[in-house]
Every structure is written in structure tokens, then in C-alpha cells.
């Protein structure tokens, strides 16, 4: 399951088909170091998207594999 402290990085290596989803949402960068050190809430809160509403989408996305 993935949550809010997960790293982005992580994320994406176990679960590729997410990428559409942080793109979607304006993640650009997925390969970068931040990428590594940065859980998805830091993300959200970079970007300005509601942590909760966007764990959920990549969850959906991940239960699709």
C-alpha cells in the first residue's frame, strides 16, 4: 500500500504504472534526487496538491497491476 510517507522513488520502482499519475499531476521531475529523499506528502505540498485525494489515486492505479 502505498502512503503518504512512502518515497516517490520507491513509489515509482515498485509500481511503474503510477507514473501517469504523478505526471498527471504535475511531478515532472520523478528522476531526480529529490525523488529519492522525497515522500509523496512533501510532494503534494511542493506542488500544492491535496496529499490525501492523490494517495488515493495512486493506490487505485496500483491495485490495477
Known amino acids: 500500500m502505498i502512503k503518504k ?7 515509482i ?7 501517469e499519475v504523478f505526471v498527471e499531476a504535475g511531478f ?7 525523488a529519492a529523499l ?5 510532494g503534494c505540498t511542493v506542488h500544492g ?3 490525501d485525494e492523490f494517495v488515493e489515486k ?3 492505479k496500483r491495485k490495477k497491476d
Open 5 to 11: 510517507d512512502s518515497k516517490i522513488a520507491e513509489v
Open 13 to 19: 520502482e515498485k509500481y511503474p504504472d503510477t507514473v
Open 28 to 34: 515532472h521531475c520523478m528522476g531526480c534526487a529529490m
Open 38 to 42: 522525497e515522500t509523496i506528502e512533501e
Open 49 to 51: 496538491i491535496d496529499v
Open 58 to 60: 495512486l493506490n487505485k
